[in-house]
DNA sequence: AAAAAATTAAAACATATGTTTGAAATTGAC
DNA sequence: GTCAATTTCAAACATATGTTTTAATTTTTT
């Protein structure tokens, strides 16, 4: 009866550093966080069982409520994992905060994350769920991202305030700070299938980061003017 | 056992023009499209129930088989409502060939659309219905729908190579529209609840519309120099 | 008005899926 | 090696939900 559901609050750490004996690469809990994460970012919460994802990870179907409770509280923690993949609230501040680096070094240096991502997009599922969160929040969106999701996204208005030359929280900046990151958060959401479709010559190349670059910074220096 | 699931084919204007005596205020087919237009647009098709919309529309459970087939056939109809109600391709085509307007008014024509229509988001489902779509595709979508969608993006590209003065088909044209219209889909699709608490300086006002306007140009003349 | 057709309604049905159970297997501590 | 704790497994369970059925009701036709 002492099931695995009351372990969730124990240190992630011990954990992983028990010489796991079982499984040999990578614990059943771990396996079960990656599966989750490629069909969550595939077919969203909805549309994915519980059944497939085991299957995926090749456990039991029980598994999932064994470790995490339920699929809610397995998707919890795919969320988290999701934000570690991606920058780090810190890494972001320190980047924001460099004084050797100008502020369009600095959307660059935003850009070419989000291509790297975006080419990327295969391995890394995290970003494919957390910009359907942005999209169709579920019900199991946590407070506790949001509070990482909202300094991020105050770190970015500043950096399009400096930009724009108005103050972080002016209507101006939100307007900045829309326009030039609508593309990005597409880039990484849009249906591959669909983008390639409709728009075959898009490709992730050097060629899109110089386009993208010279249109937002154009762009910014109209609405600064 | 003539039921009314074959009857979708027989023509929607004899349907409509017949006094109708049992629904007074239209037939339970609009009613069960109009209240499942709404839960697909709020809820996405895997999460909405055919129970709930029969609730909402104040019809019985077994009424969205009986006139739709399946709950996938209503979901077509509804997308076939939906184009419906943004603009036609006749119409589209109409202001794109149209010789006295220029193209930069072309543009500002789309980007008031836009507006036009996320200002109406609440009674306007149909967007919301389209840009999920395109976001995550169903199993559902159509290829007529395709057919349609892919017609209105080549005259898009045909205006957005004329700005850049690139051909329709070149990588340049490509990056414009993307470029451009990411921002539009993003308005039409971001959940409300999510931007008003990134961005709750971004209101749908005249004053966005020219800042869309402003940096749209400047970036795109960026592009073509 | 009578008969036929179409529609509506309530309930039953079938299936998919999240979850629980209880036993078996494995692991780690002594 | 033994024993308790942990983990795995197969099966069962409960519920939600799309669908079907069958009868009652309404509408249309003649």
Known sequence: MCHGAFMNNISEH????????????????????????????????????????CQKAGVNSAAVNYYFGSKEGLYDEVLVEAHRQIISLD???????????????????VFSLVFRT????????????????????????P???KDEILPKAKLMRGLM????????????????AFLVMMPCAYLLLFSEKIRSSI???????????????????????????
Not at 118 to 139: C, D, Q, T, Y
């Open 161 to 176: 305030g400096r930009l724009v030359n108005a103050p972080a929280d002016s209507v101006k900046a939100a307007h900045a």
């Open 199 to 225: 728009l075959p010559e898009l490709a992730y190349r050097e060629e899109m980061v110089r386009s993208m670059h010279a249109y937002t910074m154009a762009g910014l220096s109209a609405l600064r003017g």
């Open 118 to 141: 975006a080419a990327n997009a295969s391995g890394l599922w995290g970003i494919k769920v957390l910009m359907r969160e942005l999209a169709f929040p579920s019900a199991e969106f």
């Open 14 to 53: 011990s954990r992983r550093c028990r010489s796991s004996k079982r499984a040999d690469r990578g614990s059943t809990r771990s396996l079960i966080i990656d599966a989750a994460g490629r069909v969550f970012a595939e077919k969203g919460f909805a549309k994915t069982t519980t059944r497939e994802i």
């Open 143 to 145: 407070r506790s991202l």
């Open 91 to 109: 890494q972001m501040k320190t980047i924001m905060e460099d004084s050797a680096m100008s502020d369009e070094d600095k959307l660059r240096f």
